[in-house]
């Protein structure tokens, strides 16, 4: 009593989506569209932080969306809100999206004019990590509400995410148990390159720096796209 | 622009896991010991909800606990410092559990002698779903912060699942968007005979309707049993 013992209990699962997904990586590159592929937990904020995303650039970007889900269209029936192009992607039932689903989103949304396109993930810290889709950039969110010690349990989610956006940090206060400190800490023990933004998307605190990586990332990606050509 | 459609994409899993299930129920029926799966999202509050039940019951249950994470073992570090048997399940990047991996748990963890073994399933609102782990119960919790659309979105999840704990309700005066009454809606819609319980995991708020629920489940649960004998 008083003590536990650890158990490796395991199974199997892959296929060959990495080369899938490098070819989309290469044809995006080329067409100029810069692609994020935007994960989460359900709940953490992603759609709102679309939307608030989306309000702040769309004077000075073209961007596309695309909402993977598992059922349901609220999600792209909010975003559709904004105006800019929206796609539902219908995952039946799959947990996560790879490099194929991504392409069918990629060609049902039609994206050769477009600046930046944004792939809403399925809700889910796990599945999704594992799946290369193809985008440039992977960014993920975690709300305040979920705690501080995600980055240790769910570590290649972290690992592999070049953004870490925390949301919700409007109710720091009454979620004292989450340290700024310790997130941080630990999403730079799974990822030490990873850039990290405490923002709320209810409120817009802390959205001027997350925009501004966004619009020098763009522009970056074109800017190099120019140079190859 | 403003408009979106919705586009199907699928892909394969699933293997023979339904009759390992069955298996591993009827023997814990035998046994008399009443095996629960309890799912959520990361950070809905597994654990903590987990830990108040215990302090709760153990004076009156022989309880056991298996935490099953993809890593750490921060979790089964706290629900040992209960006093209760505890076993941590580490899935090697496993997205969940199923009959096998929770035959192996109950295996290690030795359960004849209980009365009352909790499953803590991998964080994720998709995968467990999709593979009976052979409990007698489905529990899952939603927590406030996360929204009360997600009955919409995570469909099966709920479908399947026999109690929602609806946790975090001392924060629902800042997350005033959600809906008691919404939420209640879209799980009923889901599943009309899921049991509805409104929590506070930190607070203590709402739990002796739940904890009264599970000692009239461990009860009829064994009684059924001596009646079968």
């Known amino acids: ?22 070819e989309l990586r290469r044809e995006m590159k080329r067409q100029g569209t810069f692609l994020l592929n935007l994960m989460s937990s359900p709940g953490a904020g992603k759609t709102t932080t679309l ?41 039946g039932g799959m947990c996560h999206l790879d490099a194929a689903m991504t392409r069918q989103g990629i060609e049902e949304l039609g994206t050769e004019d477009l600046d930046l396109v944004v792939l809403e993930n399925v809700g889910n810290l796990v599945c999704p990590a594992e799946f ?41 206060p009454v979620f004292d148990d ?11 023990m799974r990822n030490p390159d990873c850039e990290i933004f405490f923002v709320s998307a209810r409120t817009g605190e802390g959205f001027e ?18 140079d190859h050509a």
């Open 51 to 91: 939307v608030r995303t989306i309000r702040m650039l769309r004077d000075e970007l073209k961007i596309g969306i695309m909402e993977a889900d598992i059922d349901s269209d609220v999600d792209a029936r909010t975003i559709a809100g904004t105006g800019v192009r929206a796609i539902q992607l219908h995952t």
């Open 209 to 226: 720096a997350w925009i501004d990586w966004l619009r020098r990332e763009t522009a970056a990606f074109q800017k190099k796209e120019d």
């Open 1 to 22: 009593m008083g003590d536990y013992r650890i158990i490796e209990v395991k199974q199997d699962i892959l296929a060959d989506n990495d080369r899938d997904a490098a």
């Open 132 to 172: 290369d889709t193809g985008a440039a950039r992977n960014i993920m969110i975690l709300s305040v509400p979920e705690g501080d010690d995600k980055p240790l349990k769910y570590p290649l989610m972290f690992q592999i995410s070049d953004v870490v956006l925390i949301n919700k940090c409007d109710v720091l």
């Open 178 to 188: 989450f340290s700024r400190e310790a997130v941080t800490e630990r999403i730079r």
